[in-house]
């Protein structure tokens, strides 16, 4: 298997920490890949996905998967199943909306990021840059407010996707102060720093 990838990628990273959890990672090989606002790239769009986004897992067989849940999902499944991922039952769709809120929290997260780094400045729409960040800010407060959510259980993909996303904001927002603003997911996140496959996949210095 091979994905593409980056290692500032928060998405990337989310299916990294999966792997090693699996005990697949060595079965991986790992494609450096950028993928950017105006970067066109034809053959990646025709060959690998059309969205031109990563991380994608490209099976023995040349076929593909993606987008990071569903690749989870089918590392998830290669090893049994239910092990990262609930097989069935309330938890399942418990897990899976949990996921979903700190997707949303990334992709708001990175359009922060776009806007303020590749948007020429005369044109920055200041109310949208706010409005996003709010979407990344207040998934945090719900999480904040149910502890449950992270602090119970084996490792599954709520965790591991909320370790990614307060990794995201200490590489590309260190200043924005969620640590002080909570207390407890900044608990979770030193206690999430202590396994190998979250601190080795920390995003190198930008």
């Known amino acids: 298997m091979k994905l593409t990838y980056s290692p500032a990628s928060p998405f990337a990273r989310k299916v990294r920490i999966a792997a090693i959890e699996l005990g697949l990672i060595d079965q991986i090989e790992f494609v450096p890949t950028t993928a950017s606002p105006g970067q066109l790239k034809p053959d990646y769009s025709?060959?690998?996905?059309?969205?031109r986004k990563l991380p994608v897992l490209i099976l023995d067989d040349g076929s593909t998967i993606l987008d990071s849940l569903v690749i989870v999902e089918y590392l998830d499944a290669v090893t049994g199943g239910g092990r990262l991922i609930p097989a069935s039952g309330p938890d399942r769709w418990r897990v899976k909306t949990?996921?979903?809120?700190?997707q949303g929290m990334l992709d708001a997260m990175l359009?922060?990021?776009?806007?303020?780094?590749?948007?020429?400045?005369?044109?920055?729409w200041q109310t949208w840059l706010d409005d996003q960040w709010e979407r990344a800010w207040q998934g945090m407060a719900w999480f904040e407010a149910r502890p449950?959510?992270?602090?119970?259980?084996s490792l599954?993909?709520?965790?591991i996707g909320l370790a990614c996303v307060l990794g995201y904001a200490d590489?590309?927002?260190p200043d924005c102060g969620w640590r002080d603003a909570?207390?407890?997911?900044?608990?979770f996140n030193e206690k999430m720093m202590q396994r190998e496959s979250v601190k080795i996949s920390v995003p190198p210095p930008a």
């Not at 449950?148 to 259980?153: D, L, R």
């Open 148 to 153: 449950e959510t992270f602090e119970q259980g």
């Open 182 to 187: 909570y207390p407890r997911l900044h608990a």
């Open 46 to 51: 025709r060959d690998i996905n059309p969205l």
């Open 156 to 159: 599954n993909i709520t965790q």
């Open 171 to 173: 590489f590309r927002f």
């Open 98 to 102: 949990e996921h979903s809120i700190i």
């Open 111 to 124: 359009l922060c990021r776009y806007e303020k780094l590749l948007r020429p400045e005369q044109y920055r």
